[in-house]
């Protein structure tokens, strides 16, 4: 196995996973290309604080300690799919590019480790159980298993809920409108591409599907808290769920996401680091790479109970910011979307078959007095 990086950014010793760690993994979730996991000590029930303490130190009776750089951490393993990136590139691009852009309180952290393929084993026999009848892994994933040539993995902050908080996670996607978009749109990039999706997939179906983005992104930057509660509500709904106090949340969150800067700070980089569009910009340009990570990064909000005035704090962070490279036909995936978006007429709410009446109507239209309902 190569165990290309041994040290750490900032010269500590590399985390090794391998089969001797104590600890239990247990399948949490997955996307296209990577699993994530939660470790657990499996000495302690979900882990004693004791046993948890810098690398080579003991407890009382003489047990080496885990690693407390594994505490309040999940693991995301990379997927033995095709044209993925090695996770020791897409993490070293993410420290180069993606890190000195936000506070470190607003990102997830990586922190890269090595794991054995002994332990990738032990992982793939976690993900395979998943695949179980009433276990956890979405049936369109099942069959594709971790990459045991792959010798890095990733430990990132924990974002789930716990008995003291509720989570929700969403994509907040392009927060300013698409650079070569025609002047005279009435949708923005996402709301224009959703409206597409809707009709040339399933139209009568669309009316009542709820996807990633069932709201208007440029509503989270508008600073207006009339505007942002109905994009709040589905979103607290779809990832909270039904059963809990679903407007309390928000009544509780409107404020938090009216005055959050860090949205506006994504929008700023966005549209920093692509001033010209897909049009015009050489898509294997490293500016326009991160601003395409930056539209399709996951916002992670961690939000405490009512009941619990200790932990009155709100964490906020942003994570899924993998390197997004023109490789694979992505560039001309994202050329051909753009001219499709323009010319069939999906900005400008000019298309021939028209979108669906019933989803969110884009800030765009709305600030023009337009609604197509
Ligand atoms: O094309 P978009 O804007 O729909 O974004 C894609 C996402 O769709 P969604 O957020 O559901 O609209 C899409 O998300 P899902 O797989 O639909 O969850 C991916 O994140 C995709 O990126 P990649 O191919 O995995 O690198 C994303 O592709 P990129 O365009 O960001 O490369
Ligand atoms: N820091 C975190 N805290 C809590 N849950 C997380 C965290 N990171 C990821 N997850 C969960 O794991 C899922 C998959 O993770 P991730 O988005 O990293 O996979 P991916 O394969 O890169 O996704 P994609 O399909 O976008 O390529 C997420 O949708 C989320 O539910």
């Known amino acids: 196995m190569n165990m290309v990086a041994t040290r750490s950014k900032e010269g500590a010793q590399i985390l090794i996973l391998d089969q001797d760690t104590p600890v239990r993994v247990r399948y949490h979730a997955e996307g296209a290309a990577n699993v994530v996991f939660t470790i657990t000590s499996c000495r302690g029930v979900g882990g004693e604080d004791d046993d948890y303490g810098p690398p080579g130190s003991t407890t009382k009776d003489g047990t080496p300690r885990i690693d407390v750089r594994l ?9 033995d799919v095709p044209s993925v990136t090695p996770v020791v590139d897409s993490h070293r691009h993410y420290e180069k590019h993606i890190e000195p852009l936000f506070p470190a309180e607003s990102l997830v952290e990586q922190l890269l480790c090595n794991v054995t393929p002994e332990f990738v084993r032990k992982c793939n026999v976690a993900l395979r159980m998943e695949e179980e009848p009433l276990m956890k892994r979405p049936k369109k994933r099942h069959g594709v298993n971790l990459s045991e040539t792959e010798s890095h993995g990733l430990l990132i902050t924990d974002m789930t809920c716990d008995d003291k908080h509720a989570s929700t996670e969403f994509k907040p996607k392009w927060l300013a409108q698409s650079p070569s978009a025609p002047p005279s749109s009435k949708r923005c990039r996402t709301c224009a591409l959703r409206a597409m999706r809707d009709v040339k997939s399933n139209a009568k179906l669309a009316q009542f599907r709820r996807d990633s983005a069932d709201f208007c992104p440029l509503t989270l930057v508008s600073g207006d808290k009339d505007v942002i509660r109905p994009s709040l509500e589905p979103i607290l709904l779809k990832s909270i769920g039904a059963p809990l106090d679903i407007l309390g949340f928000v009544d509780l969150t409107l404020p938090y996401f009216q005055n959050l800067r860090l949205f506006r700070m994504l929008r700023d980089l966005q549209v920093e680091k692509d001033p010209r569009g897909i049009l015009e910009v050489d898509s294997s340009n490293i500016d326009f790479m991160t601003a ?5 990064c996951t916002f992670f909000l961690k939000i405490p109970n009512r009941e619990d005035k200790e932990s009155a704090r709100i964490e906020a962070r942003l994570g899924d910011l993998d390197l997004k490279t023109p490789d694979g036909g ?25 979108a669906p009446k019933g989803r969110c109507v884009c800030l765009l239209s709305r600030n023009q007095g337009y609604h197509p309902d």
């Not at 001309?332 to 028209?354: H, N, R, S, V």
Request: no cysteine; charged share 40%; aromatic share 10%.
């Open 330 to 354: 992505k560039g001309e995936y994202w050329k051909t979307t753009e001219e499709q978006l323009i010319d069939e007429g999906w900005y400008t709410a000019t298309e021939k078959t028209p």
């Open 292 to 296: 395409m990570a930056l539209r399709d």
């Open 71 to 79: 505490k309040g951490k999940l693991l995301r393993l990379r997927k």
